[in-house]
């Protein structure tokens, strides 16, 4: 993914294009998760804590501001 089709994906996010929502949360997922799991150690939490994290930035979309780091940071 390149730098334009970045910001198409955040900006259609923070507008609440669930289309986007779909392809972020495919995207970095497997990061967050992973990210959890090694964190806890449990995977049924690492599970739980991966989707907090997306709802959170779902029901967060609003106050989103680009920055260097893109969606993904």
């Not at 690492?46 to 959170?56: G, H, N, P, R």
């Amino acid at each position: 993914m390149d730098d334009q089709d970045g910001a198409r994906l955040a900006a259609g996010f923070a507008a609440g294009d669930e289309d986007c929502a779909t392809v972020v949360y495919r995207r970095w997922r497997p990061l967050v998760h992973a990210l959890a799991s090694r964190s806890l150690g449990d995977e049924r939490e690492a599970e739980d804590v991966t989707q907090q994290v997306f709802l959170a930035a779902w029901r967060g979309r609003g106050g989103y501001r680009p920055g260097p780091g893109g969606l993904g940071a």
